[in-house]
């Protein structure tokens, strides 16, 4: 029997079948030594999985996980249980919705770059939602106009929203009906709040910026998907501050730049990194104006990151 999981927590997985039937799953025993697994977690929110009666419970909603499916795609961050582990997030998703602020708290250009290069690497979609417009000053929509005229010139949707006010919603639900989307974001930008206004009666837990430190406080705690209302599903993620980039080889970061991949074959060596080498056609773009000084700035900074025996 087939079923797509909608939660992990722990060693079980919530469930739920083609017919909308929900079960309680765990991975047969030999399952793990089986598979060629390299994540802290081999089954993923968002996966399909095929399950099987567990006859050994009297409970006729618990299931055992037989195997699971070839995945369309997936995203990964490095595990906070190790720098050179990493962590799948999500799978089978159709898209990914980022949630942003440039206040309370604000979202870094690096953040943002760090999660529209993973979300590439994997041919995943993104929008770019920049919430709390409420509580926007002059100084914060001239950020917001800024930064959304950079990533617009880049090819990503953008979209300033008020959970609070209403503002932006119907945009968002229109976005997200009848697909599978991935919303992310730091701790504190409003993402359960925006949720809680596209799923009235989810009233999923929301807590205040904390004030000494900027910092968004956690408040989901474990990815969770949910069937939307206008239909399409939405797998909630916990908020993160940090994305930790895993999976990609320093040749190949400059790829999931978009607005660098037309130079790339200009360059005069074929194995440019973009850095110190002489006839590179994505260093003469920045100074000409073509590539944003910024983003590149994000590019050499998660390339200084990336060690090759990663890999």
Known sequence: MQ??????TGSWYAVKTTTDETFQARMRGVFKKDEDITSTNPIAVGDIVEIAPDDSDANAKNAIITGIGARKNYIVRSSPHGKNKKHIVAANMDQAMLICTVKEPRTSQGFIDRFLVTAAAYHIPVILVFNKKDIYREKEADKFAELAALYNSIGYQILLTSAANDEGIDEVRALLKDKTT??????????????????????????????????????????????LPFGGRLIDTPGVREFGIVDIPKAELSHYFLEMQPYISQCQFNNCLHINEPGCAVKAAVEEGDIDADRYVSYATILETITEDQY
């Open 3 to 8: 079923a797509t999981v909608y939660k992990s």
């Open 182 to 227: 991935l919303m992310a974001g730091h701790s504190g930008v409003g993402k359960s709040s925006l949720i809680n206004v596209l799923m009235p009666g989810l009233d999923l837990k929301t807590k205040a910026v904390s004030g000494w430190s900027g910092k968004g406080l956690h408040t989901t705690t474990s990815a969770e998907m949910y069937d």
